[in-house]
């Protein structure tokens, strides 16, 4: 018996190594079929990939999560993989890897393997590795394990992967960075950012809307089924430089759990790209466009340079006012998306293509941006980040310094009233610089910098006056045509 076995071997390796690939397989196939006929169990195999690997299967991803608490019971080769929490470790099937399963008195096998293309066997080209798990189980159980085992180990990985789940924060690489053997557009690093809408410097009725907002929508699977939308929510936050849009975006990504990616708009090549990475995204996540008005040639109105620039020149003119703007930053010419690329991407067919999205996109100068970029149904809520009040202080105070209440308030909220100051540079003001300060010590550090800062918007408000001033009498002098009089009486 081991002599016959040796030399079925040893045949079998000959007609590997030098039968050619496209005989074997035909060989293979009806040899397939014939065992068929006598083979009395049933195989069924679940790919990573389908297709043309546009999006990894839902399906091998919670049969993974699946198999991962039961090939740790029972597997002797295992993978590890840091898990939701840093401190603990996800085991899971390694490659060729084999485990045993049973449900309602069925046994089922369940292998871990991969297949390489003929073409680029080599490890040095990993994106020809085609990964799939194999369940096999006997004939006779094929309705219940098809049905009722099939749903139970979906059911199960998905909650099993919800659990240990570890967030990621993504981010995109210009094209032409990509080596050949990626599988993805985006690369990612753990996201661990600690903020928390409990310690945003925000008005508590403005914090609640938000949270109830978002948590409404995260509950809503069955309600955008019912009205015919693609489960997606679009959010802009404008406001001044410092008043914690990139902070928002992380306590809402920490409310929600959902993976954060972080598209930088400039690195895209065009429209075709822009919408390959929104298929890589997956469902739970925030796509994140932050600058959106800094992010190549997508704001203003849809009027031509030339004339949008003459329009400028002609109300300056008209006013008798000619002062020097300070010049934008040219965008990068080298991508060619398009402001229609984009609205396809915020709200296209191709938008459609996963549930429970956040599209949020954070500038500075709303005014700057196209009004249908921004619109309802495009960016459905639109949350202005404003300078820091005095409720806000009080929830940085109690963050920084764990105090509620001091006499050095009143004169911080009088202060607030009268001037204009970040969160930002509100916590920095706050923050201990030395083992020795005190709660004293960082209040008056406060006082003392909105005391500075409201000096200094008087100061600029003034200069700014006289600036005017000598403008409109330059071009008063300027022009000799006796109705210009009439002119300066208008606008002095």
Not at 98 to 125: C, H, N
Not at 130 to 159: D, N, P
Not at 340 to 369: H, P, Q
Request: glycine share 4%; net charge neutral; proline share 3%.
């Amino acid at each position: 018996m081991g002599s016959t076995l040796a030399s079925f071997m040893f045949v079998w390796a000959i007609i590997r190594q030098y039968c050619p690939y496209e005989v074997r397989r035909y060989f293979e196939k009806y040899t397939h079929r014939f065992m068929g006929f006598f083979y009395p169990y049933i195989k069924i195999s679940i790919h990573e990939f389908t297709g043309s690997r546009l999006k990894r299967s839902e399906a091998y991803a919670a049969v993974e999560a699946y198999l991962s608490v039961n090939s740790s019971k029972s597997a002797k080769r295992l993978k590890a993989e840091m898990g939701r929490d840093s401190n603990n470790l996800v085991l899971s099937m390694d490659e060729h890897e084999r485990v045993t399963d049973e449900f309602q008195g069925a046994k089922i096998w369940w292998l871990s393997s991969k297949v390489v293309s003929p073409a680029r066997s080599m490890s040095y080209y990993p994106e020809q590795e085609k990964r799939y798990y194999r369940l096999t189980f006997h004939k006779q159980y094929r309705e219940m394990i098809t049905g009722a085992y099939l749903e139970h180990v979906l059911s199960e990985g998905k909650e099993i992967k919800a659990r240990n789940r570890q967030r990621k924060l993504y981010t995109n690489s210009p094209g032409y960075k990509w080596p050949s053997y990626k599988q993805t557009m985006w690369s990612h690093i753990v996201f661990e950012h600690p903020a928390r809408f409990e310690t945003m410097a925000l008005e508590p009725e403005k914090k609640q809307e938000i949270i109830e907002d978002l948590v409404t929508f995260s509950k809503s699977k069955d309600f955008y089924a019912r009205i015919g939308k693609a489960w997606k929510r679009g959010y802009l936050l404008y406001g001044p430089p410092g008043t914690g849009k990139s902070t928002m975006i992380a306590a809402m990504a920490n409310l929600l759990n959902y993976d954060v990616y972080d598209l930088e708009l400039t690195a895209v090549k065009d429209n075709t790209e822009l919408r390959k990475l929104l298929i890589e995204t997956t469902s739970k996540s925030i796509i994140v466009i932050e600058d959106i008005d800094c992010s190549l040639d997508l704001t203003g109105q849809r009027k031509k340079k030339s004339e949008k620039s003459s329009d400028d020149e002609k109300e300056k003119l008209d006013k008798g006012i000619s002062r020097k703007e300070p010049k934008e930053e040219s965008n990068n010419s080298s991508s060619k998306v398009t402001l229609s690329g984009l609205l396809n991407f915020i709200d296209g067919l191709w938008s459609a293509c996963g549930g429970e999205r956040l599209i949020v996109f954070t500038t500075n100068y709303i005014e700057k941006l196209d009004p249908a970029l921004i619109r309802r149904g495009r960016m459905d809520k639109h949350i202005e980040l404003s300078y820091c009040n005095f409720m806000a202080f009080k929830v940085l105070a109690n963050n920084y310094l764990k105090v509620e209440n001091h006499p050095m308030f009143d004169i911080i909220q009088r202060l607030m009233e009268e001037t204009n100051m970040t969160p930002a540079d509100v916590a920095e003001n706050l923050m201990p610089k030395s083992l020795s300060d005190d709660v004293d010590k960082c209040l008056s550090s406060l006082i003392q910098a909105l005391q500075e800062t409201k000096e200094e918007a008087e100061k600029k408000k003034a200069e700014e006056s006289k600036e005017d001033d000598e403008l409109i009498k330059e071009n008063v002098a300027a022009d000799p045509k006796d109705n210009n009089k009439e002119t300066e009486k208008e606008i002095l």
